[in-house]
């Protein structure tokens, strides 16, 4: 069964960085367009990133600039760098195949931003 599991989140002062990963069960990443998905309380879940499986990225405008997304099919894993962080890129991230599929949500790992 298809795991992702997300990690790297944590506590960070606006203008820090932090950098998540995603480690996927299976194949996932060598047939699947990847994301990373952020959902704040009371919002929405947005997409915040995405990567093909050749390399080819794209962002949400508001991270554009600021944030990186990677894979390394080999580890069948996934990367955010995200630098610059503001306070409203407070949420939960979550990592998924683009578009999303129900059965792949995890828990999400927790990035809050404040001072």
């Known amino acids: 069964q298809v795991q992702l599991v997300e990690s790297g989140g944590g506590l960070v002062q606006p203008g820090g960085s932090l950098r998540l990963s995603c480690a996927a069960s299976g194949s996932i990443f060598s047939i699947n367009t990847m994301a990373w998905y952020r959902q704040a309380p009371g919002k929405q879940r947005e997409l915040v990133a995405a990567i093909s499986i050749d390399g080819g990225t794209s962002y949400r405008d508001s991270v554009k600039g600021r944030f990186t997304i990677s894979r390394d099919n080999a580890k069948s894993t996934m990367y955010l760098q995200m630098n610059s962080l503001k306070p409203e890129d407070t949420a939960v991230y979550f990592c998924?195949?683009?578009?999303?599929?129900?059965?792949?949500w995890g828990q999400g790992t927790q990035v809050t931003v404040s001072s």
């Open positions: 998924n195949t683009a578009p999303p599929k129900f059965d792949y």
